[in-house]
């Protein structure tokens, strides 16, 4: 059963509780030990500290992250950990502010693709190519979970967590209707129609952070354009276009479901959280998230207990007729990357090198639940089933789409989240969409020849 990325993705291959947040966007911060005074009361030598900004704000990932630091510390008594978290949205403006001054923690959280290499092209990260091909530490990530990290040949992070997209749904609400998972979308449109004529909304949604509908945009995208075809136009430097027809009609599916109801009321100003309440708490019968939210559904500090063997889950329909391979999933690696101005650029390897390692690996996914792209970190021992089937499902898949938000350059990403955001409201048209989208990516297609 251990997985294999080696499915993850052709496409990849080709480019794949609550928040926190104080005014300066910080959740909150491990500080580093005190040096122990040495005999009449002389103090050691200093700590070398390692800055480390993470985004796992919440259980179960916070305490198992404060675990690993915790035994790494016990192993290099020369090295603190000072963790710094932040809620994922916060964080995104927070690194690159922190980057642009100069003043990036040693180590930090990164979402590849054209997010990463905005980074590599401003020299902000160090090239870790050259460490990676020491002692074999590049050879035990998962094969194909890397390339999103690589940008022009050279490696600029490391991948830790696989993350794909899910309905999770509530079996005992579908079979009470007499329903089952849907196959194809006009499947979807009947299980949303069912229960929107009872008053149930059928799927909770959340789009504060914009990010969320977005989803659905890629993967309708990836279904009607195919896989290929979009990962050429979502290309800072030479995409853009965005002629073929199916990106109209993925856009006007989309409006469907908003225009139908299908969605929480609102959902513009729904919180993340506010969402998996109404999945955990049987308002919704659906939830489109991503296996990040494996560990939340599973944790009772998170999850009424009587929910969390309630629900289950099924991957995006087909829409037949489309010219993407319908068997693709959507995600991409997250992971860490070294800041180029880091004055302890050996110690935060070590560390680097001890969280991605294999026996940390099988921890994480032990306490998490979630995929760890490490070599032989999922096992039959330490898989749940749901983890067990999301696994099987990589790796039998043809490839993974990765989200559009992370392959586009910084400003066409915020336009087409924006008019998303406004389709939502009903103030964008699905071609309003396509139009914001393709005048800010040929700005950005210009800045781009002139570098």
């Not at 080709?14 to 009361?41: D, N, Y």
Request: hydrophobic residues 40%; glycine residues 8%; proline residues 7%.
């Amino acid at each position: 059963m251990p997985p294999s990325c080696s499915a993850v993705p052709r496409a990849l291959a080709l480019v794949a509780a609550l928040t926190l947040a104080t005014v300066g966007l910080v959740a909150c911060a491990r500080k580093p030990q005190e040096g122990p005074s040495g005999a009449g009361g002389v103090s050691a030598p200093a700590r070398t500290v390692v800055r480390f900004a993470s985004v796992w704000v919440n259980p179960p990932r916070q305490p198992a992250l404060e675990k690993v630091v915790e035994e790494f510390e016990a192993l290099h008594p020369e090295i603190d950990i000072e963790v710094t978290y932040t809620a994922p949205d916060d964080y995104k403006m927070a690194i690159r502010t922190q980057v642009a001054a100069g003043e990036a923690p040693d180590v930090f959280f990164v979402w590849p693709g054209e997010w990463l290499w905005k980074f590599a092209r401003g020299e902000q990260v160090m090239d870790l190519t050259d460490e990676l091909a020491k002692d074999g530490w590049g050879d035990q990530f998962l094969p194909n979970s890397m390339p999103l990290f690589q940008y022009e040949g050279r490696a600029y992070g490391v991948p830790m967590l696989m993350q794909c997209k899910y309905f999770f749904y509530n079996p005992e609400m579908f079979a009470e209707r007499g329903l089952s998972e849907p196959q194809t979308w006009d499947d979807l449109i009947t299980i949303c129609e069912t229960f929107k004529r009872e008053e149930i909304v059928p799927i909770a949604l959340s789009n504060t952070d914009r990010w969320p509908l977005h989803h659905y945009a890629t993967i309708l995208w990836q279904r009607l354009v195919g896989e290929d075809q979009l990962l050429r136009d979502l290309d800072r430097a030479t995409g853009g276009a965005y002629a073929h027809p199916g990106y109209r009609q993925g856009l006007e599916m989309l409006e469907e479901l908003v225009s139908r109801g299908y969605f929480t009321p609102g959902a513009n100003g729904e919180t993340r959280d506010s969402a998996r309440l109404l999945f955990a708490t049987e308002q919704s019968p659906m939830f489109f998230t991503a296996t990040w939210d494996l560990g939340w559904f599973l944790d009772e500090r998170q999850t009424p207990p009587e929910f969390i063997d309630k629900w289950d889950m099924f991957q995006f329909p087909s829409v037949p007729g489309g010219e993407g391979n319908q068997d693709y999933m959507m995600g991409a690696p997250d992971g860490y990357a070294v800041y180029s101005g880091t004055k302890v650029k050996d110690a935060a390897l070590t560390w680097l090198r001890y969280f991605t390692s294999p026996e940390v690996g099988r921890q994480l996914v032990t306490e998490l639940q979630e995929l760890v792209c490490v070599q032989g970190a999922v096992t039959d021992q330490n898989a749940g089933r749901r983890l067990q089937k999301y696994a099987n499902d990589l790796s039998s898949a043809p490839g993974v789409i990765p989200w559009a938000d992370i392959m586009l350059e910084s400003s066409a990403r915020e336009a087409f989240l924006d008019a998303l955001q406004g389709m939502l409201d009903g103030t964008v048209s699905p071609e309003g969409v396509l139009q914001r989208l393709r005048e800010a990516h040929a700005q950005a297609r210009v800045e781009a020849a002139s570098e």
